[in-house]
């Protein structure tokens, strides 16, 4: 079945930089954009950006355009997200989606990857 | 890129209608019918209730309607049942290749 599957929970450092993985299975891995999305406890949902596995075109929400790379690597259909200089307000859920159409349209989403950022 | 207006909360009795209204610009919602809407319960993953301002992925209720007027997007829900009792999310395709979603909205099932 289709499926997206995150990578385990992280406890980062003020400073540091966190990699979430997000593994694709089920489908053809490059005809779909990977999306990045976050949601700090207690709060909303929040966009952050998107990567074409099918050439790496990517695009990054504007607040995240200086510490954010999104990547990937067709051969083990594997989405990457690089955040880094972490602060305490980047303690969020962390989730990887697949759009099948556009204007926000996530029809598969991964189990989410707590990333909890705290000295 | 700020983010869609919503109600913090909504309620209503069980069989009744309800709406939820997204607010957003002549940039994003207003330019574009692509609107989504999520359904997220406590705890768990948001799962896509429409898609392109009024469509419906397969194995969504067709309790659940989207519509659109000038730069509010609507998610109705009718004949509202418990299970309907949820954080909902709108997102919009905003221009220059990016997105951006609503505040959220709680459903509550009175």
């Known amino acids: 079945q289709v499926q997206l599957v995150q990578s385990g929970a992280e406890v980062m450092q003020p400073g540091a930089s966190v990699k979430v993985s997000c593994k694709a299975s089920?489908?053809?891995?490059?005809?779909?954009?990977i999306q990045w999305v976050r949601q700090a406890p207690g709060q909303g949902l929040e966009w952050m950006g998107w990567?074409?596995?099918?050439?790496?075109?990517?695009s990054y929400a504007h607040k995240f355009l200086d510490r954010v790379s999104m990547t990937w690597d067709t051969s083990i259909t594997t989405a990457y997200m690089d955040l880094n200089r972490l602060r305490s307000d980047d303690t969020a859920i962390y989730y990887c989606?697949?759009?099948?159409?556009?204007?926000?349209?996530?029809?598969?989403w991964g189990q989410g990857t707590m990333v909890s950022v705290s000295s | 890129q700020s983010a869609l207006t919503q109600p913090a909360s909504v309620s209503g009795s069980p069989g009744q209608s309800i709406t939820i209204s997204c607010t957003g610009t002549s940039s994003d919602v207003g330019s574009y019918n692509l609107v989504s809407w999520y359904q997220q319960h406590p705890g768990k993953v948001p799962k896509l209730m429409i898609y392109?301002?009024?469509k419906r992925p397969s194995g969504v209720s067709n309790r659940f309607s989207g519509s659109k007027s000038g730069n509010t997007a609507s998610l109705t829900i009718s004949g509202l049942q418990a299970e309907d009792e949820a954080d909902y999310y709108c997102c919009s395709y905003a221009g220059n290749r990016l997105d951006v979603f609503g505040t959220g909205t709680t459903v509550t099932v009175l």
């Open positions: 392109e301002g009024n």
């Open positions: 989606a697949r759009e099948f159409s556009a204007g926000g349209a996530f029809d598969v």
């Open positions: 089920g489908y053809t891995f490059t005809r779909y954009y």
């Open positions: 990567i074409d596995p099918n050439n790496g075109d990517t």
